[in-house]
């Protein structure tokens, strides 16, 4: 069974800090790896992108992925209120190329 | 929000009921796809179709029928449904169905079944 695992929160960040979310994953195949942001009672809207290992940055957001230890996160810099939301990790492996999703984390900004 | 269109945006419906929920993609997009959203839950993958043909069906219960008359416009026909089938339905598409290609998805429609 291919998962995906978030801690389901919620996290609760500053204002003005960095918000770390992170997601693990289980199969070794994975190829592509996104970042959603749902607000609530809203649809996923698609942050991120990363398909190699390091760092991807665009603007306050940079994804993070190791494949080695088979985790992604996203970091987000000068966290604002707006920020709060749901954040859904999503991977796609190399046998189907369907997305997998995990359960999301809810981040919550406090001013 | 407007590359995705899904109506109606909320449905309230009975047990014996038949209602179809409609979605059309303006982003020239090749693959389209069913998704059910319950709260707490990872996002369902229910029906995937790749130029218009059907590519999976996850195990998805009968009284759900999809049809995609073309790559634009996706339907979902739904009938004799049970109170646990109330949830979020949220149809996406995607320039194809490969590794890399991302998913843009619709405002979802709201389903209550009583």
């Known amino acids: 069974q291919k998962e995906v695992e978030q801690n389901s929160g919620p996290l609760s960040v500053p204002e003005g800090a960095i918000a770390s979310l992170n997601c693990t994953y289980s199969d070794r195949g994975s190829q592509s790896f996104f970042w959603y942001r749902q607000y609530s009672g809203k649809s996923p809207e698609l942050i991120m992108f990363?398909?190699s290992n390091g760092d991807k940055e665009d603007g306050r957001f940079t994804a993070q992925l190791n494949k080695a230890s088979q985790y992604v996160s996203l970091l987000i810099r000068d966290s604002q209120p707006s920020d709060s939301a749901t954040y859904l990790c999503?991977?796609?492996?190399?046998?189907?190329?369907?997305?997998?999703w995990g359960a999301g984390t809810k981040l919550i900004i406090k001013p | 929000e407007t590359g995705v269109t899904q109506t109606p945006r909320h449905l309230v419906m009975g047990m014996t009921n038949k209602k179809s929920l409609k979605c059309e993609q303006h982003?020239?997009?090749?693959?389209m796809y069913w998704y059910k959203q319950s709260a707490k839950k990872p996002l369902e993958l229910m029906f995937v179709?790749?130029?218009?043909?059907?590519?999976e069906n996850n195990s998805v219960p009968s009284r759900f029928s999809p049809e995609c008359p073309n790559s634009s416009h996706l339907f979902l026909h739904l009938h004799t449904l049970q109170p646990e089938d109330s949830a979020l339905y949220l149809c996406?598409?995607?320039?194809?169905?490969?590794?890399?290609?991302?998913?843009?998805f619709g405002p979802g429609t709201r389903l209550t079944v009583l």
């Open positions: 996406a598409s995607s320039q194809g169905e490969t590794a890399y290609n991302e998913q843009f």
């Open positions: 999503a991977v796609k492996t190399d046998s189907n190329y369907q997305l997998i």
């Open positions: 179709y790749n130029f218009k043909e059907q590519t």
């Open positions: 982003l020239g997009h090749n693959a």
């Open positions: 990363i398909y």
